[in-house]
């Protein structure tokens, strides 16, 4: 005979991080969507032809991205506990790969490299931001609040997912 779990009630302690978890790794998802389609909808880019450094580019931002929302949802569903081991393992391994990815990344980069142009000025911000993803979630905590961020930024608190993986 299986034992139901009983269900979650609205005085669970942990709600409030679940939703907000939720948020989180839904967020990413839907970010990562709007960095798939919004940026290879503009027309400088085409005129620049820089299609191909632009997916360069935004292949290892897109990459990260998809993990973060993955960690946040598989996190929401584990809490209190951290997520499970074999999620742990698969974590640590991109932690490795993903400056590989960004490496890769970069080389593509550089040989579409379209010129001087308004998109290589897009092409080398969204590489910073997917260096700026990967460092936030996988070694110092980058992202805050904008009322607090200058205050937070200088705490090097470590990240939730890093946090998580030291207790796997």
Known sequence: MAVAEPPVTSTDRFEPLRRR?????????VAAAVFAVVPTRLAFVTADRAEAALWATLSPLLF?????????????????????KPVARIYRFLRVINPLVLLTSLIGIVVAWPGVSLSAVLIIVIWQFAVAEYIN????????????????????STPRLVRDLRRA
């Open 21 to 29: 978890f939720l948020s989180l790794g839904l967020g990413e998802i």
């Open 137 to 156: 979630y996988f070694h110092v905590r980058l992202s805050y609040p904008w009322s607090t961020w200058a205050r937070q930024v200088g705490r090097r």
């Open 64 to 84: 990260i991205l998809v993990q973060a929302g993955i960690y946040w949802l598989i996190a929401r569903h584990h809490l209190p506990a951290p997520i499970p």
